[in-house]
């Protein structure tokens, strides 16, 4: 798919109707910017500005953003090419995530305000004559001073200059044989020589603005060929005094295949010159420099090898690193890599981390586990305050065990605040809140497919648990949410053709909750079973199978996709950066620590039934301490049965305090049924009375104590050792240097160079053998 956007010329009373209302806080934001309200000069235009340059630019970038937002969160998908006709481009630009809605506000401001202090100047559309027998008329009737400003089609060309000398050339040209001559209501000579004062001021302007790698591919209107990242700010200003190559940046997409070309945007007037373009041009084919390079590449060992490899493998990873894992499955979630980064409990994940990750092609979530449903409102608040609707960002949610009722408020905040992507994860069954959540909202689109409004990533380490989640919801749930008003008719009968989950994140040698698998063995029985379902269940959607766990290398990136990953998934090196919402103290002690530093210990959440979790060891007594009181669990049936000695070791040293006083503060939480129950059950109590240990590890580990550091409960896997020894003696050795989003990138990147290292070896090695055998 392609959606191209108009410019100026498509304005008319009226345009946006609906949008504003439906996207209340960017309307806001705009009257805000632009110091009047947009909705006011779209819908009424009392005043009669909405002709002019310096309010039609702004008015439109508006609406073409708004409907472009409405068409994504209506269909949920995103397009693989976006051009914009003159402004419009500056959409396509917001569309590819160069730019946020905000900055690309302002920006068109400035550049409005600009254009609309042009005087002395005139355009005007030339129909029916090609663009080299214009150039013959321009000049043999000596009209040197008049430039060519649109290419729309083969038969459709504007031309710009001063006033006089488009007035003076309708007589030539119509003289020529031209069909028509339409002399634009504009005041100035655009998109020609006569715009280079402007074309200067606009681009010191945009100096101070940083501009993010594009995650979709824009057609540049100066160059009709993709925007590359290092000419961004370049192809932006001289886009006001080059040609705007229309005919050529739709014959360009046109050669990329059965493209289906939308016009996104108020008017029809794009749609009617890709119409145009259709008919009486040809597919541009072209060999992008991007793509393809036939110059020899060396390979690991320095000797040349004649294979013709993607040029981006030799001059940028970057490209490279674009192509790792499913295309579809980045297109679904607006990614310009196919990298995710876990949802840590505690806020871990925090939401600065989120936004980080969101403005780099790259996709986190917000971390739940234990904190209050207003705190998890908030963050969220803050999240979509800071990001555009485009912009990739999920929460995640971890079962609770001990409390469904948490899982179900939480549930609620998601369906509340619009939140349209979640990470599950530690679930051995689903829950009325989980299956509510996905089933909110199917629809089926205008192909008769259902499309999942909510989308679920689940995490898994166990083939049962992933055949749940790729299966559809079974009756008795959808009944049970039918009859308690939860889903409507509609989506209940839907929901026996969707998979619960829209992919699966294979959990192997994590550091939070799973079942100690290895990737080598788990990943191909995963894609296996993946493929067994989908025929099974007839889906016509592909369920994407990612990889979890010990990724903290490029190698361990790269084996990853070797083995079949549609996209990879990160934890414990993020937790390690300037992002991560835990101690400091924290922090200083994971960048030390090395590949046999982790152990394995039982889950605080999960006590009970013997789940465990990856923690740190080395230099903390945490991990002991945890085995011990397990221990002490399965052994006795009450704390009363435990001898004396160990008993005030427990509380003396774990606790600090007396079980007595523990249990008093547990008993001002606890709601009245738990109280009543442990009253009852010894063996029940001692378990709450235990897990406050595994609760006051976390929080010591958080706060950063001083005092308690051997206490420290600090979840990890062995992953972040391998990353600490592959950065060491580079900055990324100290956390204080280490981003999220620029780990993330780094890691993807050399992943790519790794696996073009092998393969060219390979490919060197295997020319090798076929000479020597023949």
Not at 261 to 276: F, M
Not at 610 to 616: A, H, S
Not at 655 to 676: A, C, G, H, T
Not at 703 to 714: A, H, L, M, P, W
Request: hydrophobic share 40%; charged share 25%.
């Amino acid at each position: 798919m392609a959606y191209v956007f108009p410019g100026q010329g498509s304005q008319h009373r009226g345009m946006g109707e609906g949008l504003f209302d439906a996207f209340k806080d960017l309307t806001l934001k705009a009257d805000k910017i632009l110091g009047y309200s947009i909705k006011e000069l779209c819908l009424e235009d009392k005043e009669n500005k909405l002709g002019q340059t310096q309010y039609t630019q702004p008015a439109l970038y508006v609406v073409n953003a708004l409907t472009y937002f409405k068409l994504i969160e209506d269909t949920g998908k995103y397009p693989d090419f976006v051009a914009g006709h003159s402004l419009g481009e500056f959409n396509a630009l917001l569309a590819a995530g160069i730019f946020d809605f905000e900055t690309g506000l302002e920006i068109v401001k400035y550049r409005a305000e600009l254009m609309s202090t042009a005087v002395g100047g005139g355009m005007a559309a030339v129909i029916g004559l090609s663009l080299d027998k214009i150039k013959v008329v321009l000049k043999e009737g000596g009209f040197e001073r008049i430039d060519i400003a649109n290419i729309n089609t083969p038969s459709q060309i504007v031309i710009s200059g001063l006033k006089e000398d488009i007035e003076r050339a309708k007589s030539v040209f119509e003289a020529a044989g031209a069909k028509n001559y339409v002399i634009l209501k504009v005041s100035g000579a655009f998109h020609s020589r006569y715009m280079e004062d402007s074309k200067i001021l606009f681009s010191e302007y945009i100096k101070q603005f940083h501009f993010n790698p594009p995650k979709i591919i824009v057609i540049s209107n100066k160059t009709s060929r993709p925007y590359k990242t290092t000419e961004i700010k370049e192809n932006m200003s001289d886009q006001i005094t080059s040609s705007v190559m229309w005919n050529d940046s739709i014959r360009y997409i046109m050669g990329k295949g059965d493209v289906k070309i939308t016009q996104v945007g108020p008017g029809t007037v794009v749609a009617g010159l890709v119409q145009s373009i259709k008919r009486e041009a040809v597919p541009l084919i072209v060999e992008d420099e991007e793509y393809i390079d036939n110059k020899a590449k060396t390979d690991i060992s320095g000797e040349q090898c004649d294979q013709n490899y993607p040029a981006e493998v030799e001059n940028t990873s970057l490209l490279a690193a674009q192509f790792l894992g499913c295309d579809e499955f980045k297109k679904d979630y607006n990614l310009k890599y196919a990298y995710l980064a876990g949802g840590m409990y505690r806020g871990i994940s925090s939401k600065e981390m989120i936004i980080k990750l969101a403005r780099n092609g790259t996709m986190g979530f917000l971390g739940t586990g234990e904190l209050s449903i207003d705190k998890i409102r908030d963050d969220i608040g803050y999240i979509q305050r800071n990001l555009a609707s485009y912009e990739p960002y999920g929460v995640n949610l971890t079962y609770n065990y001990s409390n469904p009722d948490v899982e179900d408020k939480i549930v609620g905040v998601l369906l509340e605040t619009g939140i349209k992507c979640i990470e599950v994860s530690a679930y051995m069954s689903l829950t009325p809140a989980i299956v509510r959540y996905k089933l909110e909202g199917l629809k089926k689109d205008n192909s008769g497919e259902i499309i999942s409004t909510n989308r679920i990533i689940a995490k898994v380490s166990r083939p049962e648990i992933a055949e749940m989640f790729m299966s559809p919801v079974n009756e008795y749930m959808i009944n049970k949410l039918l009859a308690e008003g939860k889903i409507t008719a509609k989506e209940a009968e839907m929901a026996k053709e969707v998979p619960m989950a829209d992919d699966i994140c294979v959990e192997a040698g994590a550091g939070w909750y799973m079942d100690c698998g290895v990737s080598y063995s788990l990943m191909p029985v995963m894609l296996k079973l993946r493929d067994e379902i989908m025929k099974k269940y007839n889906y016509h959607k592909k369920i994407r199978v990612g990889a979890a766990g010990g990724i903290g290398t490029p190698e361990a990136v790269a084996a990853a996709f070797v083995l079949g990953a549609d996209f990879i998934l990160t934890g414990s090196i993020n937790q390690c950066t300037v992002e991560a919402k835990i101690s400091s103290q924290v922090k200083d002690m994971l960048q030390k620590m090395n590949v046999q530093d982790t152990e394995y210990v039982p889950s605080g959440d999960t006590f009970e039934i013997g789940g465990k979790v990856q923690v740190l060891k080395k230099g903390l007594f945490f991990p002991a301490r945890a085995t011990k009181l397990y221990e002490l669990y399965r052994m006795y049936n009450s704390i009363e049965e435990i001898n004396e000695t160990t008993k005030r070791q427990i509380q003396d040293k774990y606790f600090k305090r007396s079980f007595n006083d523990v249990y008093r503060e547990l008993k001002e939480l606890l709601p009245e049924q738990e109280i009543k129950r442990s009253e009852n059950d010894p063996k029940y109590k001692m378990k709450l009375i235990f897990k406050c240990y595994f609760k006051h590890a976390e929080d010591l580990a958080i706060s950063g104590s001083e005092e308690n550091r051997v206490d420290y409960q600090i979840l990890c896997s062995s992953a972040l050792g391998a990353f600490n020894q592959w950065v060491k003696g580079t900055d990324l050795e100290d956390w204080k240097n280490r981003h999220v989003d620029e780990i993330g990138i780094i890691l993807m990147k050399e992943a790519a160079e790794s696996l073009r290292k092998c393969f060219s070896k390979m490919v060197k090695t295997n020319e090798c053998i076929l000479r020597r055998d023949y």
